[in-house]
């Protein structure tokens, strides 16, 4: 079983619509969270970090689960240029600070 | 936000060459560097960590005498990929780690642009 996983998509979505996306972690040591966005062919950028509260930033909103190990990415009012791949990342402080990258979920808007 | 810069941004090469890939924190000391590789369509594998002033820590399944790391400064890691083969055509990016910000409750790490390799 893979640490991180996600479902692969791709969500087709139209403009304005909102998305969410899911990811589950397999470590419970894991201790940071973070949604990263990658463009096709680019590196990954820090999206978001996702806090135990839950958090907000402008049309995005990130949701942690512990006790479930889940973590979810909301999008409202999708814009055309939200096509991307999401990536949901664990930090594992114990590990060195290493990174676990998900597969990534794709996501299309179209117009 | 910080800087990384990778270089270079894409390489060619034949099959049997050596190929160096710098990566460089522009407006931070990194003592932490990592190295990842993406094949198509796949997620971002670590590779390895890059650590200052010591050797580098590879993955399970990662070859230390064809990936060689150093990391002779604060500021910059490279990875030289040693008799290269097609199959080590690959995405290779870079990330450095920048230790907490005020208000923050973990390091964030900034990656660099990649490096497109192609061994024909």
């Known amino acids: 079983r893979k640490e991180v996983e996600q479902d692969p998509g791709p969500f087709n979505v139209p403009e304005g619509a909102t998305v969410a996306f899911n990811c589950t972690y397999s470590?419970?040591?894991?201790?940071?969270f973070f949604w990263y966005r990658q463009d096709c062919r680019k590196e990954p950028k820090l999206l978001m970090s996702?806090?135990?509260s839950g958090n907000e930033d402008g049309r995005f909103t990130a949701q942690l689960n512990r006790a479930s190990q889940y973590i979810s990415l909301l999008i409202r009012d999708s814009k055309l240029s939200d096509s991307a791949t999401y990536l949901c990342?664990?930090?594992?402080?114990?590990?060195?600070?290493?990174?676990?990258f998900g597969g990534g979920t794709r996501l299309m808007v179209k117009p | 936000g910080a800087v990384v810069s990778q270089h270079p941004s894409r390489v060619i090469c034949k099959s049997g060459t050596s190929v160096k890939i710098e990566c460089r924190s522009l407006?931070?000391?990194?003592?932490?560097m990592f190295w990842y590789r993406q094949f198509p369509k796949q997620s971002l594998m670590l590779m390895a960590t890059?650590?200052?002033?010591?050797?580098?820590?590879?993955e399970q399944g990662v070859e230390k005498d064809k990936f060689l790391i150093n990391h002779a400064s604060l500021t910059l890691s490279t990875l030289t990929v040693t008799s290269a083969h097609p199959e080590d055509s690959s995405f290779y990016i870079c990330?450095?780690?920048?230790?907490?910000?005020?208000?923050?409750?973990?390091?964030?790490?900034?990656f660099g642009p990649g490096t497109r390799l192609t061994v024909l």
């Open positions: 407006d931070f000391q990194a003592t932490t």
């Open positions: 470590n419970s040591a894991s201790q940071s």
């Open positions: 890059s650590n200052e002033g010591s050797k580098a820590t590879y």
């Open positions: 996702v806090y135990s």
């Open positions: 990342v664990v930090n594992r402080r114990n590990a060195g600070n290493m990174l676990t």
């Open positions: 990330s450095a780690r920048k230790h907490r910000e005020a208000g923050a409750n973990t390091d964030t790490q900034y």
